[in-house]
């Protein structure tokens, strides 16, 4: 018996159809893993990535943001960022409705982790624990002149396009994964006025409500990536005031952790700080179990039952 892969689509707030892929292994599953991919990305970037956490037996979802891969809309373009919180509020009841039963950890990468993480921040309910790859958090490695031109030009021109000028080359250090990059006719590299000045004004949210993190979270980041800058990301960390909280910064790593010559150590990083999650979790059930049974033994004692 294969691993098994469906695609499909489903309905947001404005009538849309946003596609997603989700991945089941042969075994008996052992928690469900939701992906939200970033700027110019869709679903189908983390080949490598499934293929490694399937054989872990968990599920894995994903979806194409709107305006990116097989999804509808303008490349790069949202009226508001509440479009992408809402989008993946859809997508997560979705997944909810067809795996209810089994723990839920929400991933994002580069501006997946932005989004991921002003989803949580807002709606931390149901999340067994968060990771960001390479999370937009700063700084970006887009010329501040096409910033200037987005925040200008957001209010009267919101879908004027500019390409981003990011570098394929800066994804990755292995040539051929490089290759690929160009020859994937999926991915984009525009970005639009309002998209601009909508990311960068939630950063700034972000980092202004990090105490109010509640969730575990890990965090991932290259120490050589010069799309999303590590530094961003290691303010935040220290920012935080949650226990559960760690980061790991690979030296010479590029942006693109799961397709970095180094993928398989930073997967292996990520399957353990799932798995002793899965294993803090089942041990929080069961010393919340064992106190309840405690309690309903001394509520019998209290009103014993006359025969």
Not at 10 to 22: D, H, I, K, S, T
Not at 43 to 70: Q, W
Not at 172 to 200: I, Y
Not at 272 to 290: A, Q, S, T, V
Request: aromatic share 8%; net charge neutral.
């Amino acid at each position: 018996m294969k691993n098994q892969n469906w695609k499909g689509t489903f309905q947001v707030a404005n009538g849309l159809e946003l596609y997603y892929q989700c991945w089941h292994p042969q075994a008996l599953a052992r928690a469900v893993l939701v992906i939200v991919h970033g700027h110019g990305g869709h679903s189908s970037i983390f080949t490598r990535m499934v293929e490694y956490l399937i054989e872990c037996n968990y599920i894995i979802y994903s979806f194409d943001l709107r305006g990116h891969g097989r999804s509808p809309g303008q490349r790069g373009y949202i009226s508001n960022w509440a479009e992408f919180r809402t989008d993946l509020k859809a997508f997560l009841k979705l997944v909810r409705t067809k795996e209810p039963n089994l723990p839920l950890f929400l991933i994002g990468q580069s501006m997946g982790g932005t989004i991921a993480l002003d989803y949580v921040l807002r709606e931390p309910n149901q999340l067994q624990g968060l990771i960001l790859m390479s999370p937009a958090l700063g700084a970006l490695g887009v010329a501040p002149w096409k910033l200037f031109i987005g925040k200008m030009l957001s209010r009267i021109l919101p879908h004027f396009a500019l390409d981003t000028g990011i570098d394929l080359s800066a994804g990755s250090r292995d040539p051929e994964v490089v290759a690929a990059f160009a020859q994937d006719l999926l991915r984009h590299s525009q970005g639009t006025a309002r998209l601009a000045t909508e990311l960068l004004k939630t950063i700034d949210w972000i980092n202004a409500h990090a105490t109010e993190l509640k969730v575990p979270i890990l965090i991932l980041h290259g120490g050589a990536d010069r799309v999303t800058l590590p530094e961003n990301s290691h303010v935040f960390f220290e920012s935080l005031t949650l226990a559960d909280k760690e980061r790991r910064e690979y030296p010479g790593s590029y942006h693109e952790l799961n397709n970095d010559l180094n993928y398989q150590e930073v997967l292996v990083d990520m399957e353990d700080w799932i798995n002793r999650h899965l294993k803090k979790g089942k041990d929080n059930r069961e010393h919340r179990g064992d106190k309840e049974d405690r309690e309903a033994g001394k509520e019998g004692q209290r009103n014993p039952t006359v025969k």
